[in-house]
């Protein structure tokens, strides 16, 4: 074959993979059998392989592979994401309804969509000539986030649309409940935290930074909405879904056009019993008018459409009786009360456990064990005891007595002013925050060290083998050996994995530590701003409080971690073992321009915004901070400057018009 034979074949097997990727994954329907399937797919690869310019974004050999990514650029949508005004029973919607008939009198001219409403998590497509060309989060409906790789992975959306048509889909993506069963089963397994529902496993799994990731979880997708260009535009909502269906999305097939509100109101009750035999979470029904001039004509408020309204599905509610309360100790010293129940059937699982939140509640409800509870599961929250049928509590129950001491190692508990819940002070020696601290470490968003899981931990501890997580780079493979059922090549894959996780990225390090408040986005916020743990070690609560997106409750917590002397120690230690305490800075980002350069903006800069001022100095690998101090580099004045400008005056910090800071930037 000659460049131009195999450029036509490349595109002949695109075409052929993308229509069987279609019918076995929208469709249900495969035509030929997977192993025909593999073939086409192989000889793309192959082709693809040996001529790597023909290689295009969207092939469909393109939907894996991706590296992980730091972070997820923001992007502002084409057209804003309006959330939806929520109807919590019938009347509230009888209420919407009425309120479109002052504008559309004649309710024999109302059709309306009903469509349920998925729980996961809300995404936008961008086509451009048919071709996918960014998926983004809603975020607030004007600014998102870009997880086109992520998205990439998802086998129901299409790459290529059958038509070149220039448009933006809109859907959701959500992990059907078998997916979810399995993964919660495998993270049991490798003593991972368990995920609380499909909605949360869903969206952690879309917003992973590891692409490869999201391709194993498993997700799905259903399109409910699309703004097509040009004049191919259908005149109605359930026409639009209908085209929409015909380019190759996927689209929900319990959807139902509805004339009148009675079968919208039908359409709701059927579901409000049906929906637990459904394969995926759905926690109500969007209902939506139909035509679209109507829709433009009833126009939005400033939050939401009010051609479109939310039912939400009533909370699933059910009566068991209390067996016990037991507290769990947490990596941080928290206490939380856990209620064990005889085990109920609520929403469509098995309940055993539910949450009490803290002691106020139980003793603002009076809860006791042996009493008859009321228990609910609302879409997005694990079970919570929300009550106590009083005319089913047993003559002898007692009042429940709030433990004093930890559960684990005895120490009486404390509790900070204005706040409800009660702490474990042992940090060095309470068996339960040792554990759960290392448990944490090795997790998978932190230093992310495989075989080492919430047994071994126990193991490890329970032998003196490891006190902090700095013990782990300290054993041998004598040290695993000694353990129970451990043979040679188990001990030596452990030792090499807590080896091999001397050189994560600082951001993980960071989430690694187990710092109050601090997560994962906090702590990668934090590792744009301090590039070693002696440079966040010694910044003060001013500094950091002014960080973007960091507020006084974190910084304080930041504050207090590196102040305590078993951190110092675990510190020390952990540099002794080689375990790398910065961010390794590649040569390219030491000479840039403004490196260890910080900056604070104020007033209005007339030729950009604010924050596209701040994304420069931080591409020229500057710092932004929001507060002047005496380590501030460079404060920006534009127009109206607020009192920081004052503040550097008063500093002697150099101060740049906007003029001066161009001409510093080009
Ligand atoms: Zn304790």
Redesign the pocket.
């Known amino acids: 074959m000659d460049k131009q034979e195999i450029k036509q074949r490349i595109e002949a097997l695109r075409n052929q993979i993308n229509y069987h990727n279609y019918l076995y994954y929208v469709k249900d329907a495969p035509e030929i059998s997977d192993k025909e399937f593999d073939e086409l797919f192989r000889e793309l690869k192959r082709l693809e392989q040996e001529n790597p310019e023909f290689i295009t974004p969207n092939s469909p050999s393109q939907r894996i592979g991706a590296e992980p990514s730091p972070g997820f650029e923001q992007v502002k949508h084409k057209y804003r994401l309006y959330s939806l005004d929520n109807a919590n029973d019938g009347e509230e919607l009888v209420e919407w309804y009425n309120r479109v008939r002052k504008t559309f009198p004649e309710p024999e001219q109302l059709t309306f969509v009903c469509e349920l409403k998925i729980d996961g998590l809300a995404i936008t497509l961008t086509y451009e000539d048919g071709n996918l060309v960014r998926g983004a989060t809603r975020g607030d409906g004007q600014v998102g986030e870009d997880i086109t790789t992520n998205l990439k992975t998802i086998n129901t959306i299409p790459l290529t649309l059958f038509k070149p048509v220039n448009l933006e889909a809109r859907g959701e993506v959500f992990m059907p409940i078998p997916s979810f069963e399995k993964l919660n089963e495998k993270r049991r397994h490798a003593g991972e935290p368990e995920f609380a529902n499909p909605r949360n496993a869903g969206s952690g799994s879309v917003r992973q930074l590891d692409p490869r990731i999201t391709r194993e979880r498993d997700l799905d997708i259903f399109i409910y909405a699309g703004t097509i260009e040009g004049n191919s535009c259908p005149p109605t909502h359930w026409e639009t879904i209908k085209y929409l269906r015909g380019l190759g999305f996927k689209t929900n097939p319990s959807s139902q056009l509805c004339h009148g509100i009675q079968e919208v109101s039908d359409y709701c009750n059927k579901w409000n019993t049906q929906r637990f035999d459904l394969p995926y979470a759905t926690d109500g029904v969007v209902v939506k008018i139909n035509d679209l001039h109507k829709q433009e004509k009833l126009g939005y408020t400033s939050r939401s459409p009010r051609w479109a309204i939310a039912y939400k599905f009533p909370p699933e509610q059910a009566l068991t009786k209390l067996i016990d309360i037991q507290l769990s100790?947490g990596r941080t010293?928290a206490v939380t009360p856990i209620a064990h129940v005889e085990p109920v059937k609520l929403a469509g699982s098995v309940v055993k456990r539910a949450s009490l939140h803290n002691a106020d509640e139980i003793k603002r409800l009076d809860i006791r064990i042996g009493d008859t509870v009321w228990i609910k599961k609302a879409a997005e929250i694990i079970p919570k005891i929300i009550g106590v049928n009083m005319t089913k509590r047993p003559p002898d129950t007692q009042l429940f007595e709030y433990p004093q001491t930890?559960p684990?190692?005895?120490?009486p508990l404390e509790r900070e002013q204005d706040e409800v819940i009660y702490y474990?002070p042992?940090h060095t020696g309470?068996e339960?925050?040792i554990r759960g601290r290392l448990e944490h470490w090795v997790s998978r968003d932190a230093m992310n060290i495989d075989w080492v899981g919430e047994s071994l931990i126990k193991q490890l501890t329970d032998k003196g083998l490891v006190k902090d997580p700095s013990d782990l780079y300290a054993l041998t493979q004598n040290d695993i050996l000694s353990l129970e059922r451990m043979g040679d090549k188990l001990a030596e894959n452990i030792i090499n994995a807590i080896q091999e996780s001397k050189n994560r990225p600082f951001y993980r390090l960071i989430n690694a530590l187990g710092i109050k408040y601090v997560g994962k986005e906090t702590a990668y916020i934090l590792s744009q701003n301090y590039h070693s743990i002696d440079e966040l070690k010694n910044a003060n609560f001013e500094e950091i409080s002014s960080i973007e997106g960091i507020g006084g409750k974190i910084a304080a917590s930041i504050v207090n971690f590196f102040q305590e002397q078993h951190v110092q120690d675990m510190l020390e230690k952990l540099k002794a073992y080689g375990v790398k305490l910065y961010e390794e800075k590649t040569e390219a980002a030491k000479s840039l321009p403004f490196a260890g350069q910080s900056f604070v903006l104020t007033g209005t800069l007339k030729s950009m915004e604010r924050n596209t001022a701040g994304e420069i100095i931080k591409k020229l690998g500057g710092k932004v901070s929001g507060s002047v101090s005496k380590n501030t580099d460079y404060v920006v004045v534009g127009e109206n400057p607020g009192s920081k400008y004052d503040k550097a005056l008063q500093l002697n910090v150099k101060i740049l018009n906007e003029d001066d800071f161009l001409k510093l930037t080009e």
Do not use: S
């Open positions: 100790v010293g930890c684990v190692c005895g120490t474990c042992n309470c339960a925050q």
